[in-house]
Every structure is written in structure tokens, then in C-alpha cells.
């Protein structure tokens, strides 16, 4: 499908993502307010649990985005049977990760928790969670390869229909599986990692069907995998290594903030959970117009309309922003009311005002900012991208680490999120300026 730079383009292919999104939100708020009323362990280990299984997931993120990119370009092109090839033989990359990354999280979670966390308790629920939960990178693999298909096709409708099945199964099954109702067992922690994986089930399952059933589909030639061939492979890993070593840089050092917010204490841990809870209603927006100028850029220069990209991104951007304000200030205004639903604890709500007000601003500033360094990527210029956030990164993990040893305290360290968006933004924006990415083929 060969798209253009206008408003509504920009919204059909971003509003799907975006409510696409907003479930995946739901879900892990739902996760945060069931495990919340259990305790404040079992909602810091789930939150530690479920950042160390995202560090692996952003993996299989990064491929998705080549192999969106890449699907995007061909669309673009009207070249529907190379999609087909790149679909195929795609495949096989990502069974491999779905297999390598099962055995890491199951394998090295059981070295790594105990050493990165103080708390005994903590550590073994984390644990917990952590070995129940990796057995859904196989169905979340599914997923990442189904939401990458669309999106470079730009058709979204189907993302918006999969993730309700899933959100609205996870919260069924988190109210079963976690308190213990309906004559099921009250697995706690281990509840809410099953629950997530029955409901990734279920929507991978919608995907796989839906792309059988679909006759549009025919033109793709799907499914024939004795057209499967190496290069393809190749040029699919050679476009989504530096976004993989992106992501994980990102999730790692997002890992690593909250570890050290660990050691500040549980009253900071519990806080700094709430305030993600929030923070992710916020990023909302902000991802699916992210993900749609990433795709949408890719087809432009598929249709070899470079003059348009620059236009879309700006568009893109505004869009992207002013949604994200107007979340904001709704946020701020009702910040108790949306904090108290999250946590019943006076003192965590106290102390979360502050720091939501820190990270509304990084959100305006990630509205921006995220468009940004993935219409970079959009173009194919992923190792530029990976440069862009080895350098952002430096940074945001210095200032955390100064903050860790001069015992700033917690409202410094959340400033963190504002300094490396910001520096995402410029270095992002100005490689998109000097015009070095309209040569790019892939």
C-alpha cells in the first residue's frame, strides 16, 4: 500500500497503533493494581521481574522494526511479492530468537537477580515471575512478527482487534489466576506472569488466522517457505542489529534506573512504580505516531517521494505533541485521583506528586523526540540511530550514576529521563536536517 504525508494518512496508520497501544498500557497497569493491593514486594519484584523480561523482548522489538522497515520499503515500491519473501523468510530469524531468548531468561535470571537485588524476597519473587513469564516470548514473538507485517503494509485495523482479545483476557485472567477465585489457586506473582502468557495465546493465535484467512493476503504469496533464502536473512539482520543493540541499550539502562532506585529504598521503589504506571498512559501516543513515521517514511522513499519525508516527520511531530500536552495536563490535574488508583498507600501518593510533574515534562519532550529517532531509522540509517543512542545513553547513565553517588535522591534521578530525551531529540534531529539519509537503499 503506497501512502502520503497528509493528516489523515498520518492518523490512519498512527490510531490503530496508538489504541494497539493503550491496551498493552491497560495491561500492564491492570498487573500494577492487582499486585499492588497484594503488597509492596510482590509489586516491586513483578515490576523488576517485567523490565529484566522487556530487556529481552526489546530483542525481538528490534527485529520486528527491520523487518517492518523493510516491508514498508517494498510496500511502497508495490513490490507485494518480495513481501512475501521478506515474511518467509523472516520466519526462521525469529524462531531462532524466540529459542535464544527463552534460554536466557530462564538461565541467566537466576545468576543476575540474586546479585542485582538486596532484598531476599524480593529477589526470589522476581525470580518467580521472571521463569513463568519467559515461556510467552514464543506467543509475544508472534505478535512482534504479525504488528511489524501490518504496520509495513500500513494495515492497522487488525493490531487494534488482536490487543483487546488480549487486554481483556488478561484481566480476567489476572483476577483468577493471581487472588485465587473460581476454585484456582492464588498464584500471586506467578499469576500475573501466566495470565500474560494465555492472553499473548490468544492474540497470537488471532494473528495467524486472520493472515490465513484474509484473501488480500493472496498477493503476498504467504506461507511458501521453499522461497525462503539466506540474503534476505542477512540484509533483515544487517538492518535490525543496531536497532536490537538500541533497544536493549535503552532497556538495559531503564533496568539499571531502577535498580538503583532499589537501593534508595522500598518507599522509592513503590513510588517510582506508581509514576511508570502513568508515565506509560502518557507514552501512549507518543509510540504509535512514533511507529507510524517509522513505517511511513520507509514507504515514501519506497515511492522514491524524498521531498515528502521531512513533511511527514514535522507533521508527525505535531500531531505527536499535542496529544501528549493535552494528556499531560489531564494528568496533572486529576494526579491524585490517577495515582490512588494505582496504589491505596497516602504515602506513595505523596511522594508521586512531585515526580509526576518530572515526568510530564519528559514526556513532552519524548513526543518529540521519539518521532525522531525513528523516522531516522525509518529511513534505514539504523546504524546512525544506534550512534545517536550509544551517545544519549553515555549521558543518561552518567548523570544516574553521579546522582547514585552523591546521594541526590529520587526527584535527580527521574530528571534523568528529561536530559536524554532532550539529547535523543537534537542529535536525532540535526542527522535529519543534514539530508545524509536520502541516499539510503535497503
Known sequence: MQIGSSYSDILKVAFPIIVASL????IGITDIIFLGNLGDVQLGAASLGMLFYFVIYMIGVGLGTGYQISIARRSGEGNHSSIGLIHDSGWLVFALYAIVGFLI????????????????ELSSLSLEYIFHRSWGIFFATAIIVYRSFYTGIARTNIITYASLIMALSNIALNYVLIYGFYGF??????????ASNISELLAAAI????TLLRKNNSKYKLFAFSNMKREINLQLLSLSSPVIIQNVLSMGSWFIFFLLIEKLGSLELAISNVVRSIYMIAMVPVWGFALAANSMVS??????LKSQVFILIRKTAIVSFAITSILILLSLYFDRQLLSIATNSENVVDGSITILRIVGLASICISVSNVLILSVSGTGATKMALLIEVICIS???????????????????WYSEIIYWISIGLFSYMYLRSGKWSNKTI
Open 23 to 26: 491496551v498493552h498500557t491497560i
Open 185 to 194: 489457586p492464588a498464584w500471586g506473582v506467578k499469576g500475573a506472569a501466566i
Open 299 to 304: 514507504n515514501l522513499l519506497g515511492q522514491n
Open 207 to 210: 494473528f495467524f488466522c486472520y
Open 105 to 120: 531468561l530462564v538461565l541467566s535470571s537466576f545468576y543476575l537477580m540474586p546479585l542485582l537485588i538486596d532484598d531476599e
Open 395 to 413: 549521558i543518561y547513565l552518567g548523570y544516574l550514576f553521579y546522582c547514585h553517588t552523591t546521594k541526590a535522591g529520587l526527584k535527580a534521578m
